[in-house]
């Protein structure tokens, strides 16, 4: 018998990073206010959130800081955030808990598996990535989370009008993401300088340091098209 044992490519390597006690605290104390689980199944929103509202998600948050930022200036907005990265996890409940936010829930996995499974199509306001890897070596570039298939899923999630947010320091990718965006009908870019950080969006942990390093950073804003 020939097993395949192809695993699917991801577009991150879990990292072990040690927790510090505020974070092992805010995940063990306050967890249960703000973690949700992965399940393989649509889910409904109703009675997930303390208000109904509109859902925006996000994928990779890192440390969170930015995150819970957004989520704080927006309390018209749900917000379901994801990231593998159990440190960020601890910090973002942290930061969450201090402000006492409602509107925000963090699910430890995947963010491609999540929307693929959980949420049923044209559900979503908005979907933010804000400094995905860029997996710049070339034989690499297969891991990086944005390609023609991954803009093809998050125009399938999108309600008609909502936005695509995308951030990246690394200009190759910028560069590619923004062809990406332009080849597919399902987008229009509404942005004309992307060298410009949106005010809504605050600068990132991960910006930070491609700053220091003397990178330029770009957002692009894609607004989901009704079809013709
Ligand atoms: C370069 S960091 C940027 C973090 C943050 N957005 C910032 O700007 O500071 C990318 C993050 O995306 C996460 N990530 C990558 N692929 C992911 C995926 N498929 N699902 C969830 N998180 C992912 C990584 O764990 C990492 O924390």
């Keep these: 018998m020939i097993l395949n044992n192809s695993r699917p490519i991801r577009s991150y390597i879990k990292r072990q990073g040690r927790l510090t006690n505020a974070q092992k605290n805010a995940i063990e104390f306050h967890g249960r206010n703000y973690l949700m689980d992965f399940q393989d199944k649509h889910i409904s929103f109703d009675n997930l959130f303390v208000k109904n509202l509109p859902i925006v998600f996000?994928?990779?948050f890192g440390m969170g800081g930015a995150t819970h930022q957004i989520t704080k200036d927006n309390p018209e907005k749900n917000y379901i955030v994801t990231d593998v990265h159990q440190p960020g996890i601890g910090n973002l409940i942290k930061l969450c808990t201090l402000d006492s936010l409602e509107n925000i829930k963090i699910i430890e996995y995947d963010g491609l598996e999540v929307l693929r499974t959980m949420f049923i199509n044209h559900c979503l306001l908005g979907i933010n990535i804000f400094f995905p890897d860029p997996w710049h070596k070339k034989r690499h570039?297969?891991?990086?989370?944005?390609?023609?298939?991954?803009?093809e899923l998050f125009s399938k999630k999108i309600m008609f009008g909502g936005m695509l947010h995308i951030a990246s320091d690394w200009e190759p990718y910028a560069m590619k993401i923004i062809d990406l965006i332009r080849q597919d009908s399902n987008y229009q870019i509404i942005n004309n300088h992307f060298n410009e950080r949106p005010k809504f969006r605050p600068e990132t942990k991960y910006e930070s340091r491609g700053i220091r390093l003397g990178h330029k950073v770009w957002d692009i804003l894609?607004?989901?098209?009704?079809?013709?």
């Design 141 to 151: 570039n297969k891991r990086r989370l944005i390609n023609k298939d991954s803009l």
């Design 222 to 228: 894609a607004m989901r098209r009704k079809p013709l």
């Design 58 to 60: 996000e994928i990779g």
